[in-house]
Each structure stands twice: as structure tokens, then as C-alpha cells.
């Protein structure tokens, strides 16, 4: 007999960066009052799921949009994880987005123009080229490669499909943008990011099977039969990744 188990992806609320396009990755900013909005409408829309087992970045953006989502589930405790941070973007975070994705996008002959919706041209063969172009060019450094991404997303999802599998209710992952996308490539090789990237809130639903009781917990062995994208964000906003 297959396994099924029911995954929410959760990119963060709106924060302070977002709105100014600044590059997050690893440092942290503050919700806005429009992103305490979508915590708030993401805390209803979770509040009848039947969730039993909660992962989050351990950075504050998504930390506090967990506590959010889980203000129906007052028992759940979260369990942080630095394999589901952003990707650390080096010596190009805190500065303007266009600062960085303007020679990223030019490496691929593409032109980076803010809300264009041209993040799906720039990823239709994966994320590794993007992510080794921002460490290539980054003045510092000290953005990370591809590798190392992979391995963050092979960790998490080694406790996360274990957790999804052994338990008896639904899963919930609060992640970033970028690395929403990474997470999802993996388990869904076909999947393509939406053109302006997952919004502030956005939930990505996965119903995820094993086909048999001996398959290991990895996202080789398993296949997301479905997956839908749901936004809980009142006031529609639609951010670009950060």
C-alpha cells in the first residue's frame, strides 16, 4: 500500500525589504503592517487544517509567520530549521535587488526588469546556474553555490518527508521565496515557479505518495501527485522573491 501525506509550503509575510526590493537571504527585516495582514489571514486559513508536525526557517521573518499560522494549533510546536533559509545571497543582501539580478539575468541573455515576470525564463533548466551566478559575482564571496543549496534541501527534506509520512495529519513548512522554489524543483522536477515568483504568504499544497512501505524518505522516492497554490494574502499583493 502507497503512503500519502499532505505538505503546505509557506513563503513568509511581507516584510520592510520587500516593499524597498532589497535582497533578504540570510538578514532579516521586519513585517509591515500589510504583512502582519497576511499572518493574520494565514492563521484562519490554517486554523482547520489538521496539522500535526510544523518546519520553519529559524530566521524571524519566518518564525513570526509560523506563529501566526499556527494561532488555531496552540499545541503545535515548531521546530526551526537552517536548512530551510533563504538562499544566502553573500555580499549582495541588504542591497537593491537590481544590484545583483541585473548581471545574473544578463549571464543567461535575459534582461532583469523588476515585475516582468521573466523569473520563469531565467529558471526553466533549474535554479543551480542562478544560484552559482549570484556566488560568482558576489563582490565578497561569500554567497553560497548551488552545492550547497542542494545539500540544505536534501537535509530538509529528509525530516520533513519522514515527519509527513510517520504522522496521522498534515505538514507545514514556512520557507522564503527562493527557497520555496528550490524545495518544490526538487520534489516536482516539472515544476515551474509562477512568473512573479510565490507571493508573501502564498501556500503551495502537495499531496505527496511513497509507493510502498520500504521506499526511503527522500524526494527521489517520493511523487507529489498534486499540487495547487493558494494565496491567504488580503490585500493581493504579489512580491517578487527575496
Known amino acids: 500500500m502507497p503512503s500519502v501525506a499532505?505538505?503546505?509550503?509557506?513563503?513568509?509575510?511581507?516584510?520592510?525589504?520587500?516593499?524597498?526590493?532589497?535582497?533578504?537571504?540570510?538578514?532579516?527585516?521586519?513585517?509591515?503592517?500589510?504583512?502582519?495582514?497576511?499572518?493574520?489571514?494565514?492563521?484562519?486559513?490554517?486554523?482547520?487544517?489538521?496539522l500535526t508536525a510544523a518546519f520553519m526557517s529559524?530566521?524571524?521573518?519566518?518564525?513570526?509567520?509560523?506563529?501566526?499560522?499556527?494561532?488555531?494549533?496552540?499545541?503545535?510546536?515548531?521546530?526551526?530549521?537552517?536548512?530551510?533559509?533563504?538562499?544566502?545571497?553573500?555580499?549582495?543582501?541588504?542591497?537593491?535587488?537590481?544590484?545583483?539580478?541585473?548581471p545574473v539575468y544578463a549571464d543567461h541573455g535575459l534582461t532583469y526588469k523588476p515585475g516582468?515576470?521573466?523569473?520563469?525564463?531565467?529558471?526553466?533548466?533549474?535554479?543551480?546556474?542562478?544560484?552559482d551566478s549570484i556566488h560568482a559575482?558576489?563582490?565578497?564571496?561569500?554567497?553560497?553555490?548551488?552545492?550547497?543549496?542542494?545539500?540544505r534541501v536534501e537535509t530538509a527534506f529528509e525530516t520533513i518527508l519522514a515527519e509527513a509520512r510517520s504522522g496521522s495529519g498534515?505538514?507545514?513548512?514556512?520557507?522564503?521565496g527562493t527557497m520555496l522554489g528550490s524545495l518544490l524543483r526538487h520534489l516536482v522536477p516539472t515544476n515551474v515557479s509562477p512568473p512573479?515568483?510565490?507571493?508573501n504568504c502564498g501556500v503551495v499544497t502537495a499531496t505527496v505518495t511513497w509507493p510502498d512501505a520500504d521506499a526511503?524518505?527522500?524526494?527521489?522516492?517520493?511523487a507529489a501527485l498534486s499540487y495547487t497554490v493558494t494565496l491567504a494574502d488580503v490585500d493581493g499583493s504579489n512580491a517578487t522573491p527575496a
Open 196 to 199: 512573479s515568483g510565490y507571493p
Open 58 to 102: 529559524d530566521l524571524t521573518r519566518t518564525r513570526t509567520t509560523m506563529a501566526g499560522a499556527l494561532v488555531g494549533h496552540p499545541d503545535l510546536e515548531p521546530v526551526p530549521m537552517t536548512a530551510l533559509r533563504e538562499w544566502h545571497y553573500g555580499g549582495w543582501e541588504g542591497q537593491p535587488n537590481p544590484d545583483m539580478w541585473t
Open 216 to 222: 526511503p524518505n527522500d524526494a527521489a522516492s517520493a
Open 137 to 151: 559575482h558576489d563582490p565578497l564571496g561569500r554567497a553560497e553555490t548551488s552545492a550547497h543549496v542542494r545539500a
Open 116 to 131: 516582468s515576470g521573466s523569473w520563469p525564463a531565467l529558471t526553466t533548466d533549474g535554479f543551480d546556474h542562478v544560484i
Open 170 to 176: 498534515d505538514v507545514i513548512v514556512v520557507t522564503h
Open 6 to 50: 499532505r505538505i503546505h509550503f509557506v513563503r513568509h509575510a511581507e516584510t520592510l525589504f520587500n516593499v524597498n526590493r532589497q535582497l533578504q537571504g540570510w538578514c532579516d527585516s521586519p513585517l509591515t503592517e500589510r504583512g502582519e495582514r497576511q499572518v493574520a489571514a494565514l492563521g484562519e486559513w490554517m486554523r482547520g487544517v489538521p
